[in-house]
């Protein structure tokens, strides 16, 4: 498979300033960051709050700027001029985490998935309202005659989301942005749009960015995956491979944090058990050194991404057996 997608050194710095007092520090958001994403497949982006998962999204569709590094799409870097724009913008669309801020509650259905057709001038009235019937039965909201008289108020939370998934797929992406889309749903119907995502991806081949805190349906929807933490990646590599022998300590953390369903397992002590917030500032060298049970003076240096296995790499002096 091809890229699709590269990603090479990029950064996002913001300055932060104190409330009355002159002084200012560096937020380093996105600090030199670099990946690359295959035709067709679905590449993990987790982490906690915080890590930068949200503002790499936002680079990529260029609602915000990087500060260093290169977007490239389809062999081609993306930079501000018009036609750029529209092409990333037009490739790759976005499943917001919220299904009740992500659409206009005064806008009928119909309208809301005829949106994106028609800022991109694709085709004419009758071919764009025939692709909204489209997507609406591709997402199985039914009947669709009703659905799309609808507005946004007189549908449940899944549907909603089923109606962001329909407007993301309206224009034919061969990206789709999917920022924690199914975190605010009931966990009854998180399966269902999950596995509705999972096919719509192999049925049309769609390269998912998919943005998650949650390890679970990580490992479930995703096959490769970075691990996020303070603007910088920790550890990358296949799912399975990072998942199941995970090498970084924060990576370790992470699949602890994952609920356990089986109640005589819930009071088995943790493998990582590390400090709940860092220090403030200490950022300098290997950025989870704070909060890290296994953190030695070599520490002290940022360490690289170095090849642990097959396609896996860790940011780790210690590296977790």
Not at 27 to 39: E, M, N, P, R
Not at 177 to 188: I, K, N, W
Request: charged share 30%; aromatic share 6%.
């Amino acid at each position: 498979m091809t890229d699709i997608l590269k990603i090479e050194h990029l950064k996002k710095y913001y300055i932060k300033k104190k409330i009355f007092s002159s002084e200012s520090s560096v937020v380093k958001a996105i600090d030199d960051i670099t990946f690359s994403i295959k035709k067709g497949e679905v590449f993990v982006l987790a982490g906690e709050s915080g890590s930068g998962k949200s503002t790499i999204i936002k680079l990529i569709l260029k609602s915000i700027q990087a500060d260093e590094g290169k977007i490239i799409f389809e062999n081609q870097e993306i930079d501000n001029q018009k036609k750029n724009l529209n092409k990333i913008r037009m490739n790759c669309q976005m499943i917001q985490q919220d299904p009740y801020d992500s659409i206009n509650p005064r806008m009928q259905i119909k309208d809301i998935i005829l949106e994106p057709l028609e800022i991109h001038n694709v085709g004419n009235k009758e071919e764009r309202n025939k692709r909204v019937l489209e997507v609406l039965h591709e997402v199985k909201l039914e009947p669709v005659e009703e659905i799309i008289k609808k507005y946004p108020h007189m549908l449940s939370g899944g549907q909603r989301q089923r109606v962001v998934l329909a407007r993301a797929l309206a224009l034919k992406p061969k990206i789709i942005l999917a920022d924690e889309p199914v975190s605010m749903l009931d966990v009854s119907i998180r399966a269902e749009m999950l596995e509705l995502m999972k096919q719509l991806q192999k049925k049309y081949n769609i390269t998912f960015i998919y943005i998650t805190h949650d390890l679970a349906t990580a490992k479930y929807f995703g096959q490769r995956i970075a691990i996020l933490y303070l603007g910088k990646i920790v550890e990358t590599g296949p799912i399975e491979q990072v998942l199941n022998n995970p090498k970084h300590p924060y990576t370790q953390a992470l699949i602890d944090a994952i609920s356990e369903p089986d109640p005589d397992n819930i009071n088995k002590v943790k493998k990582i058990r590390i400090k709940e917030s860092l220090v403030e500032g200490d950022i300098e060298g290997c950025r989870f050194k704070s909060r890290c049970p296994y953190a030695i003076e070599q520490c002290k240096t940022e360490p690289n991404l170095e090849k642990v296995g097959n396609e896996h790499f860790c940011a780790c002096y210690v590296k977790l057996n």
